[in-house]
Structure formats: structure tokens, C-alpha cells
């Protein structure tokens, strides 16, 4: 860590080992100064793949790579354990909480803030409680632990009327986290459980995808989000346009039409949302020490360079940064983090501030549906079905961190569409605390 003592080097202080803050650090490799990345969490996690890790095709191993590894060869850079809870710009110090509750304090000259978002309820705190998000590995635990344990409550119950609940899992939210996990939960059931229960026909489970719009991935072109709702159907994911999710309770989720505000109730012990982010609570503290305001969902407004505006050494990237409307994807992420670390260097390098707009190179989207059925669009390319699928694959292993989790999900996905099977499926009730957590 940083102390007073190595001060007179420049210190560079980076909130967040996500894609903005990894990038950024890794950028800053060369500079004749100190890098710190700090994280509430040891390892960088590959968002896009969260919802396989849900539905037990991945490990959260291979989704995620220790920050001290991927950093381990550059030799001004350390990584600290730890949430950044407050900071003082005149002395330039960022205040951090340990895992026990006490406090540090990292010394900066310039600061990346690059840590995210969170999932967002529009007020329904009380959601949360059940219906997980799924921004992060412990989110995408904990619905694993829902998934695979409704199958199993359903498998032990005597009549079909107490079995339907817990074969009902309800989504919320159709863009591409909700359409991917609906799909997968269908595939899950089908696919990878369909012959190993006894009592209960995995296969019956009902998927039910509520999206607000009148298109599910209203991010992707019409067309290709029609044919993403075809390979929804045709999968056998019920969707409903055009509602809004106003309650949520341990056994039943409400949705409202917008149209006539009609209420429709379903029986279910799972529903999972992802509808919605907004800044993780650090970004209020440092927007007020800015004294900025916040944009919308809580990012923080930044200047063509990624600095914020009357804070020259301060930098902000990836979700949290709100610039001409650029989309929360991982690519803006990355370049981003790029970017804010290559106006450090430079100014560090020649002692004079260096400036220059940051132009970020649209490289396309892409969402996974079903096996063999992806979305890609990249300016006028659109691809679907297996040649979507095809493409999707390979960019997501291509990004994936670390040649042993590329090769690992590589040899999981060939597995899985050989066989059927998800490895990935352990739920223990060792602790009974625990065990009672998903339907507490
Ligand atoms: C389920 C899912 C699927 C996605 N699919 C795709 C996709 O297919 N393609 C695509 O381009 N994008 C996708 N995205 C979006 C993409 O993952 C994000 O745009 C990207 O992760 C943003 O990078 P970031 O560095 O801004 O934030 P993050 O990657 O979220 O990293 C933020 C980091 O900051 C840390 N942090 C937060 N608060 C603090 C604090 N107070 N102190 C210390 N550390 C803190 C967090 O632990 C985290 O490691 C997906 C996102 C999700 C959730």
C-alpha cells in the first residue's frame, strides 16, 4: 500500500477492478509512479457471463480472475482489499473499510473512480429482499441457490397444486440480463434436469419474462428483437410486454398493465430482477465532495476527457460516468479505463497536463438467447441464430480474463451442448442460517 513515505513518486488511486478500473490500471503499467487498485472484492468479475454462473454451466471460478494475479507482473501496482467509503479532495485522500469494519486511508494524486453500477428497484427496496439482482457473484450464487432449490422443494411435495409455485419463476426486466436468464432458466429445466427427477417433470417449469417496453432488447434493432422474442417463444419463455412489476412477496409477484392498469398476481417462489440500475452509494459521496450533480441513475457527469469538470485529477469511467448518453456496456468500460489511464501517464511523462476528448470506437452488441440462437450487431452487421451464437462465443472468450478460465468455459460450453449437463449445481444446507436465506 501506499504510504507517506514513497510519496514522492506520483500516486494513482483506482476505485473498482472492474473492466474501467482494470483497464485503467493496466494502462498506467510504465508510469514512474504508484498504482493502488482497490476493490470491495479480490477479483475481476466478467459480468456478461453472471446469468451462466446462475444457472450452473459456469463456475464463479471461471467467470473471475484474482486482482492480484491479473496484476501480479506489474511491479507499481498494488491491489488493497477494500470499499471505498469516503474521500477528502483538498488533502487527497480516499478512506477505505476493511472486511472488519475499520478503516485505511490511500494518499492520491490522481483518482479513476470506476466502480459501477447497482442493481436498481425505483424505490421497491423491498424487492431486494426477494428477488435478487444480478450484478454480481454473489448475486449470481444466491439465484443459483434459488434455482436449483425450487426444482428440488417441488420434487419433494405431494400434489401438484403445491409443486406449480415453485416450478414458476418470474423475470423481470427484457433486456439482455433478463431475456439471457429466462432463456437459460427454460434450458436448465429442459435441458440439463429434464431426466433426473422422478416425482416432477423439470420440463413444465413456466418462464415469465415481464418487460415494461413493447419489445424485449429494445437496445438491438426491431428485427433482430423479433427474432429474439421468436427463439423466445418457440423455447417456451412466456413473455408479457407492456407491464410493470408492483409488488413482490415471498410467494407471488404482481405486475400492473400500463395500458389499463390492470393487476395480474402469479404464484411463485422465485422471481429474479433485472430491471434497472443506478450507482453504487460511494458515487453520492464523491459527487458531493465534487460538488457536482448527479445524471441519471445516479453516474456522474464528466468532461470530453473523462475528467470532472474544476477536478483535473480526477477521472471517471465505465457505468458510472455519464458522457453523451454512451451506452453501461463493458467495451466503453475498457476503453474508457484506456483512455483516463493514458491521460495520467501522459501527464505524469511530460509534467504538463495532457488532454484530449475520449472517442469511443462502437465495436457492437451482443445477447445470448438460447443454445445456438445469439443477437450480434456491429454498425451494419446484424447477425442471429447460429451465426449470431457463433460470434457471441467467440467474443465473450476472447474478453473472458485469463487463458485458464477461456479454456475452462471452452471445454464447459462444448460438455454442456454435448451432453445437456450443468456441473455447476451444488447448494449445501450445512448452515441452517443460510439455508433459510433465499426465502427468508
Ligand atoms: C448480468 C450482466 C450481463 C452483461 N452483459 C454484457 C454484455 O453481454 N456485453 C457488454 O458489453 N456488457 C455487458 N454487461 C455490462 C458490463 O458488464 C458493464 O458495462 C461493465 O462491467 C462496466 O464496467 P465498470 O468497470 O464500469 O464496472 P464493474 O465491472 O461493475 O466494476 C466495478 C467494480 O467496482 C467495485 N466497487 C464498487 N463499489 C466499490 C467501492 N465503494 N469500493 C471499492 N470497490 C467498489 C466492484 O466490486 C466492481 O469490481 C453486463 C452486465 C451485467 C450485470
Not at 507517506?4 to 483506482?14: H, I, T, W
Not at 476493490?39 to 459480468?47: A, I, K, L, N
Request: net charge neutral; glycine share 10%.
Amino acid at each position: 500500500m501506499v504510504d507517506e513515505l514513497s510519496r514522492q513518486r506520483p500516486s494513482v488511486v483506482v476505485v473498482g477492478g472492474g473492466f474501467g478500473g482494470l483497464y485503467a490500471a493496466r494502462r498506467l503499467r510504465h508510469i514512474d509512479g504508484d498504482v493502488t487498485v482497490i476493490d470491495r472484492g479480490t477479483s475481476h468479475v466478467f459480468q456478461p457471463l453472471l446469468y451462466q454462473c446462475a444457472t450452473g454451466l459456469l463456475s464463479e471460478g471461471s467467470i473471475t480472475s484474482p486482482l492480484r494475479h491479473l496484476l501480479r507482473r506489474q511491479k507499481n501496482t498494488h491491489v488493497a482489499l477494500g470499499e471505498a467509503s469516503g474521500i477528502d479532495l483538498e488533502k487527497r485522500r480516499l478512506t477505505a473499510s476493511r472486511i472488519d469494519g475499520s478503516t485505511f486511508e490511500l494518499p492520491f494524486d490522481y483518482l479513476v473512480f470506476a466502480a459501477g453500477m447497482r442493481q436498481s428497484y425505483h424505490g421497491n427496496e423491498e424487492f431486494a429482499k426477494y428477488a435478487p439482482g444480478m450484478k454480481t457473484v454473489d448475486d449470481a450464487l444466491a439465484i443459483r441457490r434459488k434455482l436449483i432449490s425450487a426444482f428440488e422443494m417441488a420434487e419433494s411435495l405431494p400434489t401438484p397444486e403445491e409443486r406449480r409455485p415453485w416450478l414458476t419463476f418470474a423475470v423481470s426486466g427484457g433486456g439482455p440480463t433478463g431475456v439471457e436468464i429466462a432463456g437459460q432458466i427454460r434450458e436448465l429445466a429442459v435441458g440439463a434436469l429434464e431426466h433426473e427427477f422422478r416425482a416432477i417433470d423439470p420440463s413444465e417449469a413456466r418462464v415469465l419474462l415481464f418487460h415494461g417496453g413493447d419489445r424485449v432488447l429494445e437496445s438491438f434493432d426491431a428485427r433482430l428483437s423479433a427474432k429474439a422474442q421468436k427463439t423466445l417463444d418457440h423455447i417456451g419463455v412466456e413473455t408479457h410486454l407492456g407491464v410493470h412489476v408492483t409488488d413482490v412477496t415471498a410467494d407471488r409477484i404482481e405486475v400492473t398493465r400500463k395500458a389499463d392498469k390492470q393487476k395480474t398476481m402469479y404464484d411463485t417462489h422465485t422471481v429474479l430482477w433485472t430491471a434497472g440500475v443506478e450507482a453504487v452509494p460511494f458515487a453520492g459521496t464523491l459527487a458531493s465532495a465534487l460538488g457536482v450533480t448527479q445524471a441519471r441513475g445516479g453516474r456522474i457527469p464528466v468532461e470530453k476527457d473523462l475528467s470532472v469538470a474544476g477536478h483535473p485529477n480526477v477521472y471517471v469511467v465505465g457505468d458510472v460516468a455519464a458522457l453523451d448518453d454512451l451506452p453501461g456496456v463493458a467495451e466503453v468500460a475498457m476503453q474508457g479505463g484506456r483512455h483516463a489511464g493514458a491521460m495520467i501517464a501522459k501527464t505524469i511523462e511530460n509534467g504538463t497536463r495532457a488532454s484530449s476528448p475520449f472517442k469511443y470506437h462502437d465495436l457492437g452488441s451482443a445477447a445470448y438467447i438460447a443454445r445456438r440462437h445469439a443477437l450480434l450487431q456491429a454498425g451494419p452487421i446484424q447477425l442471429s441464430g447460429l451465426a449470431g451464437w457463433a460470434a457471441w462465443g467467440a467474443i465473450h472468450i476472447a474478453f473472458l480474463s485469463g487463458r485458464r478460465n477461456r479454456a475452462g468455459t471452452l471445454i464447459n460450453w462444448a460438455a454442456t451442448l454435448a451432453s445437456g449437463t450443468r456441473r455447476e449445481r451444488a447448494v449445501t444446507f450445512g448452515d441452517p442460517e443460510t439455508a433459510r436465506m433465499p426465502y427468508a
